[in-house]
């Protein structure tokens, strides 16, 4: 037998760890400089052996931040799938999940998959019940998730790290953990943020609060956007307007949550994480007397079927829905086909106008 080219040495020496449990998938490799540096290689050899792991759907590489484990499934291990797709919602009657799961599963279904659709509540406990259980049954079926308060760090993610390790397909929905390496399909929602804000300020408003949820990486998202917005119309950030609310407060409603109102009191406007903290706002609005949209123009991401039944027909950056569910699913099918895709996607959001934004006076 020949002699071992130096590059495959090292895609060997990666195979090795993956097999004996060192790496596991969203596991971060060392730097071609240390790799050349472990096998007196030069970098060209390391380039070559990782191009080689790429390839192969073994690792991805992003530029600027490095080359990951991809697909750690042992070359000794092989998991049967039941021709299933195990889909983790965070919830069931929520006004946008119906939709896209609905959407999902026709998808899947037309392509010969059942569906087990699985529900968290956003609860993380939960999510990890459900993820310890599909280990425990040895199942290799494909995982659709949305992640549970995405925005938090999350104990669950060595649980996805063993799926990945034992190559099953995995993709996010709606949102993803940004510390572990898991393709998404989502709304952009940075811009989602930046759209709702600069309609707000292309209506000559300047003082314009916002509320977010702290605990879904949405939120976090969103208001990255608002902070573009205002930044790229020098308006300056008052922390006073920005009012964070996580699950537990919109479980319980906003009904009473009057630090809200003084949090906004010298607004003109605000951005609403979703249709439903606009629904709730405009409430509280209304029982304070409050005009919408005379005194507070209001605009909010989602574009569901609460923009006409709010009081006053709201302004909302449409979620795409149907289109997301669809879109999920056929990411999933193409990753079953080929683990080296790029299978995230986020899409565009676009502004439907309606009565709760006017020009400030």
Known sequence: MGKMAKYQQVVEWIHQQIDSGQLHAGDKLETEAQLSERFSFSRQTIRQALGELENEGTISRIQGSGSYVKNAIPRSQSLPSSGSVTIISSYTDSYIFPRILQAMAEILQTNGYSTRIMFTNNHRETERNILTEMLRSGSGDPVIAEPVTSALPNPNLDLYRELLGRGIPVIFFNTFYPDINIPHVSLNDVEAGRLATDYLISLGHEKIGCILKNDDGQGIQRYKGYLKALGDADLPLDEERVCWVDTTDLRDSLHSSEWILRRLRDCTAVFCYND?????????????????????????VDNSRLTELNQVPLTSAAHPMEKLGSRVAENLLALINNPNLDATYEFVPELAVRDSAVKNR
């Open 276 to 300: 439903e903290v606009a629904y709730m706002l405009t409430e509280l609005c209304m029982a304070s007397r409050i005009r919408i949209p005379q005194d507070l123009s209001i605009v909010s």
